[in-house]
């Protein structure tokens, strides 16, 4: 097999994340009931949060409690209480996406070593992972919020090289759903990379994987 190492993203690309199901659980709490309208409010502030985020311009505090300021101005309850409870509901309903079951196992069996490399929170990843009964199989959880940086900022990279023991860069994978974070900091750092489009989105004209997949399971053909 070519590659020792293969880094996976974990959101929607080892884990369903189903926002939506969870701000409505979350909100059911206080009584509301979270419209697709409502929705797409808090998408359009917390999209661009996340970019910010990315660029390493706010910092994942920041993230967690902008997003939640509107609705918490209106519950008179505090954004901190209100993202605990957001991550709380996300870490209920968790579910792996199909094939990341069997192509994490089979890996696994195969010697190949994993690690997971994420923009998301700590709370969350480390509930999932035990949840799912994951976390058996993955040397390493890097997590943009211990780190300090956020993909694509080659230092996340830089940090998990240094915890895999520097291994040789054309034997290690990148694997993740999003261009702008997964695949552009896997380019940039000098690893191949494996985008798991799963809309058959279009593609960027700057940002080339070395490997494109619609399936988890497809992921094999490559290895």
Not at 27 to 56: C, H, M, R
Request: hydrophobic share 35%; with cysteine.
């Amino acid at each position: 097999m070519k590659y020792q190492w293969i880094l996976f993203d974990a959101d929607e690309t080892l884990f369903h994340f189903d926002n939506f199901s969870g701000l409505k659980r979350m909100f059911s709490q206080y009584g509301v009931t979270f419209e697709k309208d409502d929705f797409q409010a808090y998408q359009d502030i917390n999209k661009p949060l996340w970019v910010d985020y990315q660029n390493g311009k706010i910092s994942a505090s920041e993230l967690q409690t902008r997003r939640f300021d509107y609705w918490a101005e209106k519950l008179k309850v505090s954004s901190s209480q209100l993202n605990q409870e957001f991550l709380h509901a996300m870490a209920e309903i968790c579910q792996t996406l199909p094939g990341a079951d069997e192509l994490i196992k089979s890996l696994y069996q195969s010697g190949v070593k994993m690690a997971i490399i994420t923009n998301g929170f700590t709370q969350l990843q480390e509930i999932r992972l035990k949840k799912t009964g994951m976390s058996q199989y993955f040397e390493h959880l890097i997590i943009s919020e211990q780190v300090g940086v956020a993909k694509p900022d080659a230092r996340i990279f830089e940090y998990a090289f240094d915890k895999m023991a520097q291994p040789n860069k054309e034997n290690v994978l990148m694997v993740g759903d999003t261009l702008e974070s997964d695949i552009l900091g896997g380019n940039q750092f000098g690893v191949d990379t494996c985008w798991l489009n799963h809309h058959k989105l279009e593609g960027h004209e700057n940002t080339k994987p070395t490997y494109t997949v619609n399936h988890l399971a497809e992921l094999k053909n490559h290895l």
